[in-house]
């Protein structure tokens, strides 16, 4: 499905808006959205984010938070994101509506839903900030890992089994995508280094999307391919627009557990690193899963 | 202020509903409710429950969920929770506004919002699903500790300071609340043991306030008060009713830790177990601070 251009006379947002090209990247496609209306933006799928069923989540939740930052009156950059999964999006167009909540005067909460046909499949809420000169820490550390450039990407991968992960570069470190003969394993860590397979920048949609990209981590616990899907994903952004600049399209060292597997939920949470110790991001998931 | 019960005929909703009762409980006086309409439900502000600005956020995020577990259409048990503190809630009464955003086979995704005179004051999204037997796993570890009956409460406590901190008997194995001349400490970390102090048993409500606390973990990493304030709050429920009927009112071994402070805030990530090692929630936040 396309949009009608013509009868819409819709804005275009994409990160290179303004200068009259056709976004080309991967992901400058899949956030690419048209204003139909000042609280509507309307975007849709691409076969290059498909998941087994629907777009990847991470890319979802990207289009979410970049329908509010083309809000004109948005305050702030991204400090919070929650996107609630609540049915498959179907291959296609879509639209995001968008409300301010609340505005204060250095930050903004925003309340975003995802639309086919009237039938609502994706919530968010995000709060948006003005960051400040403060004291600063970071106490957690970054997992122990050799440089990417050691690590030689190859063995069973994501992208064997779904579009989306061919667009990333990843090599892992500790807790590769179980292969076919793998068998269940005591820990469902996974440390990673990962870019942009087209070396995009990262910018906040771009991070918001690679904190989705750690495979449920029952594949890990039970050895394979369990039926699973992200229910609730919050992610907090700690990088400032200044770290994203100097990070630029570089390797993001990641890092993904569970905690509790019951009732056929789980929880995993992970971490975002640059090479030079800066934690970008921490995210955090509930999981469906069988089995 | 009081509901005006005569003109309104609202039903009321708490833990003793239908027996005729006047909740006695503070918590049960907190997460008080009355339909105003299908869609809306009526609180009150408690000074039992006073922070310094507002309402403790725990006990907010306790009446948001207990909004949607008197829908009548409710779906299964609470699986996830993110609270957004959009603005201070004044004293006196709030209207929550539910809705079903989407309602699937065994789970369900809810937006709420409380206001007072028309502003919105705190958003809420929530997954309430079916919990279901399925192969479960418990990979997280308790934080080591005596059992709460060989620490004695006492020292700096929130309740010095704060109202519904003596809604709480805390127990500190680590990190207490730093007193008058405390010096920065190099970990954020604090465990404890804590009940209701009238051990009022554990119900979802009542896990969602414990997930929140824990204070800001910049006290003790500055060794004092700073202004500081939750933003958003993200807990996913573990526990099924089965797990909380065991509990009743006893201890529950809580942990929290910030990993990043930067730009004015931070994000911090809590557990709490039963004294037999079950994994009841985890919870996740974002804080502002000061300074």
């Given at each position: 499905?396309?949009?009608?251009f013509a009868s819409r006379h819709?804005?275009?947002?994409?990160?290179n808006e303004g200068i009259g090209m056709t976004p080309t990247h991967p992901f400058d496609n899949a956030i690419h959205l048209d204003t139909i209306d000042g609280n509507v933006r309307r975007g849709r799928t691409h076969p290059e984010w498909a998941n087994q069923v629907g777009p990847f989540g991470g890319i979802t939740a990207a289009v979410m938070l970049r329908a509010i930052e083309t809000q004109p009156d948005r305050i702030g950059e991204p400090l919070a994101l929650t996107v609630n999964f609540t049915a498959p999006i179907a291959d296609?167009?879509?639209?995001?509506?968008?409300?301010?909540?609340?505005?204060n005067r250095t930050n903004q909460h925003w309340i975003a839903e995802l639309s086919q046909d009237g039938a609502v499949t994706t919530t968010a809420t995000a709060v948006f900030g003005v960051r400040r000169g403060t004291w600063a820490s970071?106490?957690?550390?970054?997992?122990?890992?050799?440089?990417?450039?050691?690590?030689?990407?190859?063995?069973?991968?994501?992208?064997?089994?779904?579009?989306w992960g061919r667009r990333y570069d990843m090599r892992f470190v500790e807790g590769a995508f179980p292969g076919e003969h793998a068998q269940p394993k005591r820990s469902s860590m996974s440390t990673l280094w990962m870019r942009d397979s087209a070396q995009r920048?990262?910018?906040?949609?771009a991070l918001a999307?690679?904190?989705d990209t750690f495979y449920p981590r029952v594949f890990l616990r039970r050895g394979g391919l369990i039926p699973s899907g992200t229910t609730s994903l919050t992610t907090y952004f700690h990088a400032d627009q200044q770290q994203l600049d100097a990070l630029g399209g570089d390797y993001v060292l990641g890092t993904a557990h569970a905690n509790r597997f019951s009732g056929?939920?789980?929880?995993?949470?992970?971490?975002?690193?640059?090479?030079?110790?800066?934690?970008?991001?921490?995210?955090?998931?509930i999981v469906y899963f069988k089995g």
């Amino acid at each position: 499905m396309a949009v009608d251009f013509a009868s819409r006379h819709p804005m275009s947002y994409a990160s290179n808006e303004g200068i009259g090209m056709t976004p080309t990247h991967p992901f400058d496609n899949a956030i690419h959205l048209d204003t139909i209306d000042g609280n509507v933006r309307r975007g849709r799928t691409h076969p290059e984010w498909a998941n087994q069923v629907g777009p990847f989540g991470g890319i979802t939740a990207a289009v979410m938070l970049r329908a509010i930052e083309t809000q004109p009156d948005r305050i702030g950059e991204p400090l919070a994101l929650t996107v609630n999964f609540t049915a498959p999006i179907a291959d296609g167009d879509f639209d995001i509506s968008l409300r301010a909540a609340r505005t204060n005067r250095t930050n903004q909460h925003w309340i975003a839903e995802l639309s086919q046909d009237g039938a609502v499949t994706t919530t968010a809420t995000a709060v948006f900030g003005v960051r400040r000169g403060t004291w600063a820490s970071t106490e957690a550390h970054p997992p122990t890992a050799p440089p990417p450039e050691q690590l030689i990407p190859g063995g069973p991968s994501p992208s064997d089994f779904i579009a989306w992960g061919r667009r990333y570069d990843m090599r892992f470190v500790e807790g590769a995508f179980p292969g076919e003969h793998a068998q269940p394993k005591r820990s469902s860590m996974s440390t990673l280094w990962m870019r942009d397979s087209a070396q995009r920048p990262v910018d906040y949609p771009a991070l918001a999307a690679l904190c989705d990209t750690f495979y449920p981590r029952v594949f890990l616990r039970r050895g394979g391919l369990i039926p699973s899907g992200t229910t609730s994903l919050t992610t907090y952004f700690h990088a400032d627009q200044q770290q994203l600049d100097a990070l630029g399209g570089d390797y993001v060292l990641g890092t993904a557990h569970a905690n509790r597997f019951s009732g056929g939920y789980f929880d995993q949470s992970a971490q975002l690193w640059t090479r030079d110790r800066a934690l970008l991001a921490t995210s955090h998931q509930i999981v469906y899963f069988k089995g």
